[in-house]
């Protein structure tokens, strides 16, 4: 199909129906779900950047008559799609509903006050009654109607539960500000007291434990090794035996150095984030790496495969250069076939939470005496791109695990990265869940809540996706990254501000904090109010003690209230954690003890399988 040749109108969204086809230009989000039809005919490629609903920064090869999904983003070709599904049926509406059900199924928190209250206040009455009447009875003084009614009177003053209504909401209140200026956006009160209960963490893998920016990591040359010849570069740039070789830039110093300049250079107008990459890393190393008197032709982008390009130079020779998976790069659809160091370095990348990546060669001569595409290559290198961990990973988990919370991790990514990643942060691989659609992620959140009865407490989820948004409403508290999606930071109950991990520490640090000040401006509230109630009641009086009058008891009721504030206030003094030292000083609010394994169910406890797919 000629997509250049068609006729084509500009149409509101709203005008969207199943069945129509719409051409999508390079670089533009794809506005509804669909199936791709064809690509424009000056682009051998079609890839499409899903991160927004996978999570995963890797864009996802396309051929014709493979599902397209609203909200993704066309890179490299024009597209020719045919609607499936518009509004409420799309993918990205299905997450949106799953969303808001989550966030309507969350229990609303009873306030300890209120449960207090509840007691204190019928206990306060009947006791006012009981201290009218005893007065009454027993006091034979003329003024004793007088006596009685005003020592119920303060009995009912000084055991006014005003400290009790103010212990919560002021602790909150400076809670939420002092959150604030460590960069933390909490959403109200009850996610201060849910935080401060939480002992299970789980992270997103992809930007949110690591950067979601791939970077060149391992460079691997093969050369050496190659069973046609040996290659070994000399200080003049020469080489013996092997024309590959000779004559090459002058800045090139090592074979490292050389496979990684035809892998740019093959890899020079590609858009993919792997070849963005490997490109990136030739421009720090050198800047401008292809000299004047070497000539590029012959491009091409092959989806699910790689690119190849054809590079010649006066006194270099003739070559074509591949850049992608095993078959792609060997020049075979064979799959069977094997490269022993090469297979084994791409494993050991994997190992490590990198992706690997072929470099062939081939000369124009054997290319032309092959006289086949098929025509086998030679593998002169394995490239790992990595998605670099942030910095603060490490320390985060680290400082999670003292306070005895048990981190976890999922992701869509492939399990041998999850699981390299995971131990090189400190997760423990039985803790880790690869492979997973959003709708798994929120699965995992439901088992690991319903652990709660066996000791497994609460259940935060960390994420920055729109893949994330689920788990984060579905969690007893979602705390979502600053620079992660609009669609997650709705959905969660903290935002971090400053899209820093340690933040995350910061959140449970502060949340058991204030939990412990409300606590203690109860057990003040209510000693104070225990205390003053003998007085009040003048049970003291036979004994020559005092009788408190309703003004000094309005007076202490009163002290009550201005020193449960004042205790609240003190919040503002807060300092956070030191997350990189270790200190014995934290004793109260963090805890001591190692989080305790709690199994998931039967066949639970490393992959979690989502339930039902969203398409």
Same mark, same amino acid.
């Given at each position: 199909?000629?997509?250049?040749?068609?006729?084509t109108?500009?149409?509101?969204?709203?005008?969207?129906?199943?069945?129509?086809?719409?051409?999508?230009?390079?670089?533009?989000?794809?506005?509804?779900?669909?199936?791709?039809?064809?690509?424009?005919? $000056?682009s051998?490629?079609?890839?499409?950047?899903? =991160?927004?609903?996978?999570?995963?920064?890797?864009?996802?090869?396309?051929?014709?008559?493979?599902?397209?999904f609203?909200?993704?983003?066309?890179?490299?070709?024009?597209?020719?799609?045919?609607?499936?599904?518009?509004?409420?049926?799309?993918?990205?509406a299905?997450?949106?509903?799953?969303?808001?059900?989550?966030?309507?199924?969350?229990?609303?928190?009873?306030?300890?006050?209120?449960a207090?209250a509840?007691?204190?206040?019928?206990?306060?009455?009947?006791?006012?009654?009981?201290?009218?009447?005893?007065?009454?009875?027993?006091?034979k003084?003329?003024?004793?109607f007088?006596?009685?009614?005003?020592?119920?009177?303060?009995?009912?003053?000084?055991?006014?539960?005003?400290?009790?209504?103010?212990?919560?909401?002021?602790?909150?209140?400076?809670?939420?500000?002092?959150?604030?200026?460590?960069?933390l956006?909490?959403?109200?009160?009850?996610?201060?007291?849910?935080?401060?209960?939480?002992k299970?963490?789980?992270?997103?893998?992809?930007?949110?434990?690591?950067?979601?920016?791939?970077?060149?990591?391992?460079?691997?040359?093969?050369?050496?090794?190659?069973?046609?010849?040996?290659t070994?570069?000399?200080?003049?740039?020469?080489?013996?035996?092997?024309?590959?070789?000779?004559?090459?830039?002058?800045?090139?110093?090592d074979?490292?150095?050389?496979?990684?300049?035809?892998?740019?250079?093959?890899?020079?107008?590609?858009?993919?984030?792997?070849?963005?990459?490997i490109?990136?890393?030739?421009? $720090?190393?050198w800047?401008?790496?292809?000299?004047?008197?070497?000539?590029?032709?012959?491009?091409?982008?092959?989806?699910?495969?790689?690119?190849?390009?054809?590079?010649?130079?006066?006194?270099?020779?003739?070559?074509?250069?591949?850049?992608?998976?095993?078959?792609?790069?060997?020049?075979?659809?064979?799959?069977?076939?094997?490269?022993?160091?090469?297979?084994?370095?791409?494993?050991?990348?994997?190992?490590?939470?990198?992706?690997?990546?072929?470099?062939?060669?081939?000369s124009?001569?054997?290319?032309?005496?092959?006289?086949?595409?098929?025509?086998p290559?030679?593998?002169?290198?394995?490239?790992?791109?990595?998605?670099?961990?942030?910095?603060?990973?490490?320390?985060?988990?680290?400082?999670?695990?003292?306070?005895?919370?048990?981190?976890w991790?999922c992701?869509?990514?492939?399990?041998?990265t999850?699981?390299?990643?995971?131990?090189?942060?400190g997760?423990?691989p039985?803790?880790?869940?690869?492979?997973?659609?959003?709708?798994?992620?929120?699965?995992?959140?439901?088992?690991?809540?319903?652990?709660?009865n066996?000791?497994?407490?609460?259940?935060?989820?960390?994420?920055?996706?729109?893949?994330? $948004?689920?788990?984060?409403?579905?969690?007893?508290?979602?705390?979502?990254?600053?620079?992660?999606?609009?669609i997650?930071?709705?959905?969660?109950?903290?935002?971090?501000?400053?899209?820093?991990?340690?933040?995350?520490?910061?959140?449970?640090?502060?949340?058991?904090?204030?939990?412990?000040?409300?606590?203690?401006?109860?057990?003040?509230?209510?000693?104070?109010?225990?205390?003053a109630?003998?007085?009040?009641?003048?049970?003291?009086?036979?004994?020559?003690?005092?009788?408190?009058?309703?003004?000094?008891?309005?007076?202490?009721?009163?002290f009550?209230?201005?020193?449960?504030v004042?205790?609240?206030?003190?919040?503002?003094?807060? =300092?956070?954690?030191?997350?990189?030292?270790?200190?014995? $000083?934290w004793?109260?609010l963090?805890?001591?003890?190692?989080?305790?394994?709690?199994?998931?169910?039967?066949?639970?406890e490393?992959?979690v399988?989502?339930?039902?797919?969203?398409?």
């Amino acid at each position: 199909i000629q997509i250049g040749a068609l006729t084509t109108q500009e149409v509101d969204i709203h005008e969207i129906t199943e069945g129509d086809y719409l051409v999508v230009p390079p670089g533009s989000r794809i506005p509804t779900d669909g199936i791709l039809i064809a690509t424009s005919e $000056s682009s051998n490629g079609c890839f499409v950047d899903e =991160s927004a609903l996978s999570g995963e920064p890797f864009p996802v090869a396309k051929k014709a008559g493979d599902l397209l999904f609203g909200s993704t983003v066309n890179q490299l070709s024009t597209m020719l799609i045919k609607v499936t599904a518009t509004g409420s049926g799309t993918v990205l509406a299905k997450i949106v509903r799953l969303v808001e059900e989550a966030q309507t199924r969350k229990a609303p928190i009873q306030a300890q006050a209120d449960a207090i209250a509840c007691v204190f206040a019928p206990i306060v009455l009947t006791l006012a009654t009981i201290t009218f009447f005893a007065w009454l009875c027993w006091n034979k003084q003329e003024d004793r109607f007088f006596a009685a009614f005003t020592s119920g009177i303060a009995v009912i003053v000084v055991a006014c539960p005003c400290a009790l209504g103010l212990a919560t909401p002021t602790a909150v209140m400076v809670g939420t500000g002092v959150g604030a200026l460590n960069g933390l956006l909490i959403k109200g009160g009850a996610v201060l007291e849910s935080a401060h209960g939480v002992k299970v963490v789980i992270f997103d893998k992809t930007g949110t434990v690591t950067t979601g920016r791939a970077v060149l990591g391992k460079v691997t040359e093969l050369m050496t090794t190659c069973t046609t010849t040996t290659t070994t570069l000399t200080q003049n740039n020469k080489t013996q035996n092997d024309p590959l070789g000779d004559n090459v830039p002058s800045f090139i110093k090592d074979n490292s150095e050389l496979v990684l300049w035809l892998a740019a250079c093959a890899e020079l107008n590609s858009e993919h984030p792997l070849a963005t990459a490997i490109v990136n890393a030739a421009r $720090s190393k050198w800047g401008s790496f292809l000299p004047k008197d070497v000539r590029l032709t012959e491009q091409s982008i092959v989806p699910g495969s790689g690119v190849s390009c054809r590079m010649q130079k006066q006194g270099w020779g003739d070559w074509h250069v591949r850049v992608g998976n095993k078959e792609w790069a060997h020049g075979t659809r064979d799959d069977t076939i094997t490269d022993g160091q090469a297979e084994e370095e791409i494993r050991t990348l994997r190992l490590n939470g990198q992706v690997g990546v072929y470099v062939s060669v081939l000369s124009n001569k054997e290319l032309q005496a092959c006289n086949n595409d098929e025509c086998p290559r030679r593998v002169v290198a394995v490239l790992g791109i990595a998605d670099p961990i942030q910095s603060e990973a490490r320390s985060t988990i680290r400082a999670l695990k003292k306070m005895g919370v048990e981190p976890w991790m999922c992701t869509g990514d492939h399990e041998l990265t999850a699981i390299a990643v995971a131990e090189e942060i400190g997760i423990h691989p039985n803790h880790v869940c690869a492979g997973i659609k959003p709708e798994g992620k929120a699965d995992l959140v439901t088992r690991l809540q319903r652990r709660r009865n066996k000791g497994g407490g609460r259940v935060a989820m960390v994420g920055d996706g729109i893949n994330d $948004s689920i788990a984060l409403a579905r969690a007893d508290v979602g705390i979502a990254i600053g620079a992660g999606t609009e669609i997650a930071v709705e959905a969660a109950d903290i935002v971090l501000v400053r899209s820093n991990l340690h933040d995350v520490v910061v959140a449970l640090h502060l949340s058991r904090a204030v939990f412990f000040r409300i606590r203690l401006n109860f057990v003040w509230a209510l000693g104070y109010n225990l205390l003053a109630l003998p007085f009040a009641a003048g049970i003291l009086c036979p004994f020559g003690g005092p009788h408190l009058a309703p003004a000094y008891a309005g007076l202490m009721m009163a002290f009550s209230s201005v020193s449960v504030v004042t205790s609240s206030l003190l919040l503002r003094t807060y =300092s956070k954690p030191n997350i990189d030292e270790t200190t014995s $000083s934290w004793t109260g609010l963090w805890s001591r003890k190692r989080p305790r394994h709690v199994p998931l169910e039967q066949h639970d406890e490393h992959v979690v399988y989502p339930p039902t797919e969203l398409i």
